[in-house]
């Protein structure tokens, strides 16, 4: 008979959901988040691969029937940007907000919004962070190329922040994979 007292589940993290989960639920989501960055290093990014993961995009939300809106966007430059059906006007402020939030902070969106949450803190206290042109809901992952950082962003709009942030990963990990990295 083992004395070993039984392990407790912790439920994950809902970045939608209220305050009262577990600070244990949080730190995991964002050491996971913390991996993918450090996972999804490329080592090159050109126009044309802005266009082929913005086609694997939807390709992905074609084949799954989702309302998204997708960019991929330089500082400045557009170079890949699509909304497929049932994707509204209001997923074009979140692509851009997001996206901003991402190239600021040089980190997903997703773990701008959880980094603040430690200690019950929210990013959209701190008079820094401007709601009217930034957002940190998951949803944006910045393209980063070994040895240079981050240059350019990936954003999906359209489904809660945690789906649309593991549809960017999904993709970047395909294109990763396919470029045999």
């Given at each position: 008979?083992?004395?070993?007292?039984?392990?407790?589940?912790?439920?994950?993290?809902?970045?939608?959901?209220?305050?009262?989960?577990?600070?244990?639920?949080?730190?995991?989501?964002?050491?996971?988040?913390?991996?993918?960055?450090?996972?999804?290093?490329?080592?090159?990014?050109?126009?044309?691969?802005?266009?082929?993961?913005?086609q694997?995009l939807?390709?992905?939300?074609?084949?799954r029937?989702?309302?998204?809106?997708?960019?991929?966007?330089?500082?400045?430059?557009?170079?890949?940007?699509?909304?497929?059906?049932?994707?509204?006007?209001?997923?074009?402020?979140?692509?851009?907000?997001?996206?901003?939030?991402?190239?600021?902070?040089?980190?997903?969106?997703?773990?701008?919004?959880?980094?603040?949450?430690?200690?019950?803190?929210?990013?959209?206290?701190?008079?820094?962070?401007?709601?009217?042109?930034?957002?940190?809901?998951?949803?944006?992952?910045?393209?980063?190329?070994?040895?240079?950082?981050?240059?350019?962003?990936?954003?999906?709009s359209?489904?809660?922040?945690?789906?649309?942030?593991?549809?960017?990963?999904?993709?970047?990990?395909?294109?990763?994979?396919?470029?045999g990295?």
């Amino acid at each position: 008979m083992s004395n070993d007292a039984p392990s407790t589940v912790i439920r994950p993290f809902d970045p939608d959901g209220g305050s009262d989960q577990p600070a244990e639920a949080l730190e995991a989501l964002i050491a996971r988040v913390e991996g993918e960055v450090a996972e999804l290093q490329f080592t090159h990014f050109t126009n044309d691969d802005a266009v082929a993961l913005g086609q694997l995009l939807v390709q992905l939300g074609v084949g799954r029937n989702l309302p998204i809106a997708i960019s991929i966007c330089k500082p400045n430059h557009i170079l890949f940007r699509a909304a497929l059906e049932g994707a509204t006007p209001d997923n074009d402020y979140w692509l851009d907000a997001k996206s901003r939030t991402a190239q600021r902070y040089s980190v997903p969106s997703l773990l701008v919004g959880l980094r603040a949450r430690r200690n019950s803190g929210r990013i959209e206290d701190n008079p820094m962070f401007d709601t009217a042109t930034h957002a940190a809901h998951g949803g944006s992952f910045p393209f980063y190329i070994r040895g240079v950082g981050p240059v350019a962003t990936v954003t999906v709009s359209g489904l809660p922040q945690l789906d649309d942030h593991k549809l960017v990963v999904e993709a970047l990990r395909t294109f990763h994979a396919a470029d045999g990295l």
